[in-house]
Nanobody, 116 residues
Framework: QVQLVESGGGLVQPGGSLRLSCAAS????????MGWYRQAPGMQRDLVAG???????NYADSVKGRFTISRDNAKSTVYLQMNSLKPEDTAVYYC??????????WGQGTQVTVSS
């Protein structure tokens, strides 16, 4: 079992940057594929970036070249570096494991607001 807590969100101006963190506890963190998801008002929750236990990554087309997902297994943490932020990036951001997504188990998330 893995428990996840997202942090690092906030209010930033267009073109700014944020670094989100997802801290994990329980089980063996390094064995899990991880993903960042986001849900904007009135929209469904979509995958933004994923990273496998082996370090392979994938990104939604809308964030390619701007966002970078990484993991530090020694710290049991997954990161999402977000650069060149746009107003359309405004959403609640969640991290999750494949199992958590399948079981529809989500944490509180962290709010990212991009506005001038």
């Amino acid at each position: 079992q893995v428990q996840l807590v997202e942090s690092g969100g906030g209010l930033v101006q267009p073109g700014g940057s944020l670094r989100l963190s997802c801290a994990a506890s329980g089980s063996i963190f390094g064995s899990y594929d991880m993903g960042w998801y986001r849900q904007a008002p009135g929209m469904q929750r979509d995958l933004v970036a994923g990273i496998t236990s082996g370090g392979s990554t994938n990104y939604a087309d809308s964030v390619k070249g701007r966002f970078t997902i990484s993991r530090d297994n020694a710290k049991s943490t997954v990161y999402l570096q977000m650069n060149s932020l746009k107003p359309e990036d405004t959403a609640v951001y969640y991290c999750n494991t494949l199992l958590g997504r399948t079981l529809n188990l989500w944490g509180q998330g962290t709010q990212v607001t991009v506005s001038s």
